[in-house]
Every structure is written in structure tokens, then in C-alpha cells.
């Protein structure tokens, strides 16, 4: 089976998916299989509802972060998260998505961001942590469930 990408060392980050071919924006990178049910939250957990939390099956979870994306989340049918492009991928280039993409909080990477992207928060957050533009740039590009919490969240704090 032709994937598209490969597993490799990174000189910072250890290691990171690389593109095998190039992606155009709209495809689908990677497609989300859930492997397992977690009972929490951990560094390589996907959110997939407000207290759900699942690893992912093959490379999805060595998919690094980037405060400057080139993949977004679509949640498929079965709840997991295909990747999508939001910015053309070349060859070689390494392909990763923003963490706040898919969990609200994230409590479990060091202090300083090593994304090296221009447009590094600094941090790594999660949804929660985002600017209001900064969620607009990521419109249709992340998990739905983040949408529902940032609502339900607003009226908690306007009630």
C-alpha cells in the first residue's frame, strides 16, 4: 500500500511523518483509524469528545506539532481524525498539524514550543488556548467537539 509519507528522525524534535509525494491542499494525508479506548488524557491521546480520549493506529501519532500547519483535523465517520492539507505539501517536507487542533487543553509538553514555525505561539496549547483569530485561521480544520466546548463554555461564563 502506497501511504504518501514515511517515518523519520528529525534533528530537534526525534521523530516526525515525512511526505513520500506531494499533497495538494484538500487531500487527505493520513486517515484516522482508532486503535484503543483511553480512560485520560496522555502526551499522545487524541481528544475525540469532551472526557474521550483514544490513541490512534500506525504514524498519526509521530505527527508533529506545529504552530504553523500544514494539516488540519476532519473527524471521519467512525470518530477518528483523517489529516488534511491546508497548505500544499511538497516531497520531503515534514507534515504536521497544530495539537490545539484536536485537544482543548493540553497538559503534557515542555514549557517552550520546539515547532520552529514563524508563527510559534511559543507554547504548545490546546484549543482553549487559542486566540479568537487564531480559531478563525483553523475554521473547518479542527475537531467539532472543540466548537461544542468553546460554546457550552461561553454560556457557563455568560449564565
Same mark, same amino acid.
Given at each position: ?6 517515518? *523519520? ?20 494525508v ?5 486503535? !484503543? ?6 502526551s ?17 501519532? !509521530? ?6 500547519p ?5 473527524t ?22 497544530d495539537?490545539?487542533? *484536536?485537544?482543548? *487543553? ?5 514549557? !517552550? ?34 466548537? !461544542? ?11
Amino acid at each position: 500500500m502506497i501511504t504518501g509519507y514515511e517515518l *523519520r528522525k528529525t534533528s530537534e524534535k526525534g521523530e516526525g511523518v515525512f511526505a513520500t509525494k506531494s499533497f495538494k491542499v484538500g487531500d487527505i494525508v493520513m486517515i484516522g483509524v482508532i486503535e !484503543k479506548m483511553l480512560n485520560g488524557n496522555h502526551s499522545h491521546a487524541s481528544q475525540i469528545g469532551e472526557n474521550e480520549y483514544a490513541f490512534h493506529a500506525g504514524l498519526i501519532t !509521530k505527527v508533529n506539532h506545529s504552530c504553523g500547519p500544514n494539516c488540519g483535523i476532519s473527524t471521519n465517520a467512525t470518530g477518528a481524525h483523517d489529516y488534511v492539507t491546508i497548505k500544499d505539501i511538497s516531497v520531503n517536507e515534514e507534515i504536521t498539524f497544530d495539537y490545539a487542533m *484536536r485537544n482543548y *487543553r493540553i497538559d503534557y509538553f515542555p514549557v !517552550k514550543c520546539m515547532c520552529g514555525s514563524i508563527k510559534c505561539r511559543g507554547k504548545v496549547t490546546g484549543w482553549q488556548g487559542l486566540s479568537n483569530a487564531k480559531k478563525k485561521e483553523y475554521k473547518g480544520f479542527v475537531a467539532p467537539y472543540l466548537l !461544542k466546548l468553546d460554546e457550552a463554555n461561553y454560556f457557563q461564563n455568560v449564565g
